[in-house]
């Protein structure tokens, strides 16, 4: 059984994080939302940057999937966005009911 993915991205603040978070649920793009804040090591314009970000893990659908993806890269204030999906294979049946139910 899997028809989820989790949308993984990053922001710059946490207001804009919990703004986004929430905005994806009221959306119904997803079921839930979860942040929190992580300490991202990367390059950008040819130097090592280190210091915090916040970490939006979305729960969704996959039917949802690319609209989610979508807004997340229209309404995103980074130039270059992360935006991973992980699809999930494995989920508990409850869980998944609940999903498309909210998301319906």
Known sequence: MGDASIILTTYG??????YAAK???????????????????????GKVED????LVIYKTVSSKADNLKEEI?????YKVPELLEIKVDS??????????????
């Open 91 to 104: 989920l508990g049946e409850s869980y998944l009911k609940w999903m498309l139910e909210v998301l319906a």
């Open 23 to 45: 905005a994806m649920v009221e959306r119904k793009l997803a079921a839930c939302s979860t942040f929190f804040r992580v300490r991202s090591i990367y390059t950008w314009e």
């Open 73 to 77: 890269l229209k309404t995103h204030s």
């Open 51 to 54: 210091g915090f970000e916040y």
């Open 13 to 18: 603040s946490e207001e804009e994080a919990a």
